[in-house]
């Protein structure tokens, strides 16, 4: 199972995801490092517990600001590989993170325009490239956009996979930062049953190594982490322990 640490980026540096409330998002404090630079926290998680594999969440860009660029350019100079969340709202938005190279280009379901983007952005970036995200709020889809015409997340997640997605992250926003257990659990055990093909990737609440390793035996292909990485309630033989 992938253990994959997450780099909220606001404003040009890290700051701390708590229940989605970005208003309140601060600067990272954590036990791996003393600074907030996205390089730096990037290089702590790299030597800490061996992690290159970020998951970057763009929250300016996520806002309506233009991707960070820069940034993504820095980080994978120095080796990282990079799943970038940059608020895509339309497929044609696509094309800056394809041009930067980024590993993986996730389509969000907070801010896609709806499900015909998604089915382009198969189409243009490509199934092994394109990640969506299944993003809820207390376990409820969490979308603007009412051309999905459901709000059952077992049915978004089941046009994803109609055109074509092969990896799916399951990411409730109430429960990031809260050091409360995932509650994402049984929709992804409902998710692996009817749709057993995808990869899955849960992230939200992960609290300590009894999670991942409950997590990974429900059959899940990685976990998102980031509070239980800084605050050291996760050390470098858990993450391996359940790698």
Not at 151 to 165: L, N, S, W
Request: hydrophobic letters at 45%; aromatic letters at 4%.
């Amino acid at each position: 199972m992938l253990i994959i640490p997450v780099l909220d980026l606001l404003k040009g540096q890290v700051v701390r995801g708590v229940a989605g409330q970005r208003q309140n998002y601060r600067p990272i404090a954590s036990k791996l490092t003393n600074s907030a630079a996205p390089l730096d926290v990037a290089a702590a998680f790299r030597d800490h517990f061996g992690l290159s594999l970020l998951y970057l969440a763009d929250l300016d860009a996520i806002g309506g600001s233009p991707p960070s660029l820069d940034v993504y350019q820095a980080l994978r100079e120095k080796g990282f590989r990079l799943w970038v969340d940059a608020g895509l709202r339309q497929a044609r938005q696509a094309g800056p993170l394809a041009q930067a190279g980024v590993e993986g280009i996730i389509a969000g379901l907070e801010t896609l325009a709806g499900p015909d983007e998604l089915a382009q952005l198969c189409d243009g970036v490509g199934t092994e490239r394109l990640i969506f995200s299944l993003d809820l709020k207390d376990g409820k889809p969490l979308t603007y956009s009412l051309g999905w015409k459901t709000d059952d997340p077992m049915e978004i997640a089941g046009r994803a996979v109609h055109y074509g997605v092969r990896r799916i992250i399951v990411l409730d926003l109430a429960r990031v930062g809260m050091s409360s257990v995932t509650d994402t659990e049984g929709l992804c055990l409902c998710l692996l049953a009817m749709f057993p093909e995808p990869e899955l990737i849960a992230g939200g609440g992960v609290r300590n190594v009894g999670d991942l390793r409950r997590l990974r035996q429900v059959g899940l292909s990685g976990v998102i982490v980031a509070s239980a990485l800084h605050d050291g309630r996760l050390n470098a033989a858990d993450v391996a322990s359940a790698t």
